[in-house]
């Protein structure tokens, strides 16, 4: 039941609305008309009615600065994989919107600011070349302020819906296929071996014989390594997706991991620790500008260190592994992710059907 009731002021009369229902705190607000106050006490009541009204207030309550304050601080986001561009990604979000209610946040702002993350230059490069975020990486800012906004809604009730929902992802390129020929691959694997990172090479092996992510490996730690001769596996916990899988250790990759094992450091758990620090505090080794060096000295152009991964995929392929197969290896869960791989298992499908038809229609006229 909602009351209106006249306030005389030094600055003239003021209305003020007061609204009462069982169950529910009493609801005030005042107004320098009547018209006014009736007309929120009617919108209150109804609010109050279809269990919209205490969501409105919490969103009107709290700014977007407040909630990924306190999304970073979570137990869930804590435990992501990727946290430091997960970071980065929403503190971009924070300078943007930050000041704003949660209330206010809406699908036309969020598409405003997808545009202006796909147009302004964020960096330049080494040439002063001036550097554009790519389709994919925007599609990342917005699931990061996505997945946030579902915390506010599902965890914290502040509010009612997610207004990414009403937002398209940008359409992106196919992904890249780009892998190393024999001859590349040779020439990186020996340049590998003359920076003056002495892990390098290691690493690079690792990644071309498990086709793990460069964050995986470099947050190894010895309890996930396992090398006695009826196991010889890694298992990659801190992963994309949030799964833990295993990964075999072959070869040439296993014998060198081995050697590795017999000089670690006690005073951390990681494979390729950094100098700076210890235990617990200890960091994963940077290898950043080796990698660099070992990519010029080797003659690679358009190379980074995740086309190890798809090199590993795409050798695969080329050596009959199915598209399950490469999906399982790589930890992706499901097959669209491995599609870009399909043209390169053509020749060992042309071979299989060459077999089936020497087999059974040699013979037919």
């Given at each position: ?232 596996r890694v298992v990659l916990r801190d992963t994309k997706n949030g799964e833990t899988r295993a990964v075999p250790l072959v070869d040439r990759a296993y014998e060198l991991l081995k050697e ?106």
């Amino acid at each position: 039941m909602a009351t209106i009731v006249k306030v005389e002021g030094k600055k003239g009369s003021t209305y003020k609305a007061v609204v009462r229902m069982k169950g529910y705190p009493t609801q005030t607000a005042s107004f320098t008309s009547k018209k006014k106050a009736e007309f929120w006490a009617g919108d209150t009541e109804s609010a109050i009615r279809d269990g919209r009204h205490f969501k409105t207030v919490e969103a009107k309550k709290h700014t977007l600065k407040d909630l990924i304050d306190k999304y970073t601080k979570s137990d869930g986001y804590l435990k992501l994989a990727g946290k430091e561009d997960r970071g980065t990604q929403l503190e971009w979000w924070k300078s943007e919107l930050g000041c704003y209610s949660l209330a206010d946040i809406s699908g036309p702002m969020i598409t405003e600011c997808k545009t202006k993350l796909s147009t302004v230059p964020y960096t330049t490069d080494k040439a002063g070349n001036i550097k554009l975020r790519s389709e994919a990486t925007v599609n990342r800012y917005l699931a990061a302020f996505s997945q946030m906004y579902s915390y506010a809604v599902t965890d914290l009730g502040w509010c009612d819906d997610n207004p990414l929902a009403k937002v398209h992802k940008m359409k992106e390129p196919r992904g890249r296929t780009r892998y190393l020929s024999e001859d590349e691959r040779n020439r990186l694997l020996a340049a590998c071996k003359t920076t003056k990172n002495k892990h390098l090479y290691l690493i690079v092996l690792l990644a071309l014989s498990t086709g793990a992510r460069q964050g995986e490996i470099m947050g190894l730690e010895w309890r996930d390594v396992e090398l006695d001769p009826q196991r010889k596996r890694v298992v990659l916990r801190d992963t994309k997706n949030g799964e833990t899988r295993a990964v075999p250790l072959v070869d040439r990759a296993y014998e060198l991991l081995k050697e590795h094992s017999k000089v670690r450091r006690i005073d951390t758990p990681l494979v390729f620790p950094g100098a700076s620090k210890s235990g617990k505090d200890a960091k994963p080794l940077i290898i950043r500008e080796a990698w660099e060096s070992a990519v010029h000295k080797a003659g690679l152009e358009n190379f980074h260190f995740h086309d190890l991964r798809h090199t590993c995929a795409s050798y695969l392929a080329m050596n009959g592994a199915t598209l399950a197969e490469i999906a399982e290896v790589l930890g992706h869960k499901t097959l669209s992710m491995v599609q870009r791989y399909s043209h390169l298992s053509e020749q060992h499908v042309k071979g299989v059907l060459s077999k089936m038809n020497d087999s059974f229609l040699a013979g037919v006229a």
